[in-house]
């Protein structure tokens, strides 16, 4: 099994800055894709970003420019830096990641439980 772990989430004015970070840990033999979704108040889980294990990166339009994903495959992070909050950013982000475990052959989808990012004045 594979545990995600996220933190950073919180209360930022707009404008304003976050960082997010997702630890995997567990019996990881290797970790594909590694992305980050949100889901805002009464919508829809949505695509936010995704990286490979190369370091090609895909952004949502609504985030292209302001947030930047980034990850560590020594450590078994992803980074989700957000510059420029709007109030409409307000949502529970997600981590998730494809990974292999060590006793399997297959690569499986995690989730980690969420941390939220509120944007208001």
């Known amino acids: 099994q594979v545990q995600l772990v996220e933190s950073g989430g919180g209360l930022v004015q707009p404008g304003g800055s976050l960082r997010l970070s997702c630890a995997a840990s567990g019996s990881i033999f290797g970790i594909n894709a590694m992305g980050w979704y949100r889901r805002a108040p009464g919508k829809q889980r949505e695509l936010v970003a995704t990286?490979?294990?190369?370091?090609?990166?895909t952004y949502a339009d609504s985030v292209k420019g302001r947030f930047t994903i980034s990850r560590d495959n020594a450590k078994n992070t992803v980074y989700l830096q957000m510059n420029s909050l709007k109030p409409e950013d307000t949502a529970v982000y997600y981590c998730?990641?494809?990974?292999?475990?060590?006793?399997?052959?297959?690569?499986?989808?995690?989730w980690g439980k969420g941390t939220l990012v509120t944007v208001s004045p």
């Open positions: 998730n990641v494809d990974a292999r475990t060590s006793d399997s052959w297959f690569v499986m989808t995690y």
């Open positions: 990286i490979t294990s190369g370091g090609s990166a």
